[in-house]
C-alpha cells in the first residue's frame, strides 16, 4: 500500500544503491522493476516464511536442526507438536521482522526520492540483522527451554506411573 500511494509522487529518478557513506548513488526512473521490487521480495519472503513455518508439522522430525534434538526425538508426538508451535511462531516473528525491515529500507528509498533524506541510515540494516540474531537467541533459548518442561513431565509422569504401581502392589 505504501509504494502504490506514493508511486505517483515519486520524481523522474530514484535512488536505487547507496555508497558505503549512506549517499545514493545509483539512479533509475521509477518502474515496476525498480520501486516494486522490494514489495515482491517482501511478499515473497513472507509467502515463503509462513509457509516453512506451516511445513515444520510435515517434515520428519529426524530432519528437523533443533537444539537438544536427540532429546526433541524421544519425546511423543503431542509434545513434539507443542515444541513445533514454539518453533513456528519464532519463525513466523522472524518473517515478521525480516518484513519490517525491508519495509524501512524501502521508506527510507522514498525519503531521499523525495530529497527528505540526504544518506542512508546505515544504521537500519544493522538494527534489522542485530533483531534477527536476538529472535534466534531467544528462541533457542525457549525451544530448549520448551524440550526440557516436556522431557521433565514425561519423567515426572513415569515417575508418578511408578509409584502408583509400587502401591497398587
Known sequence: AFAAVLYDRLPA???????????????????????FFMVLVSAALALAIAAASLAMFRIPPKWLNLPRKAAFLALPEPERRAVLGVVAAFTLLLG???????????VVVALAALGRLAAFPIATPFAVIAAVFLVL?????????????????????????????????
Open 13 to 35: 529518478r530514484i535512488p536505487v544503491h547507496f555508497g558505503v557513506d549512506g549517499a545514493p548513488d545509483a539512479w533509475a526512473a521509477p518502474g515496476l522493476s525498480s520501486w
Open 96 to 106: 515478521a521482522i525480516v518484513c519490517v525491515g525491508l519495509l524501512a529500507i524501502h
Open 137 to 169: 537467541i531467544v528462541m533457542f533459548i525457549r525451544v530448549s527451554a520448551a524440550i526440557d518442561r516436556a522431557t521433565a513431565r514425561r519423567v515426572q509422569h513415569r515417575r508418578d506411573r511408578d509409584d502408583a504401581a509400587d502401591l497398587h502392589r
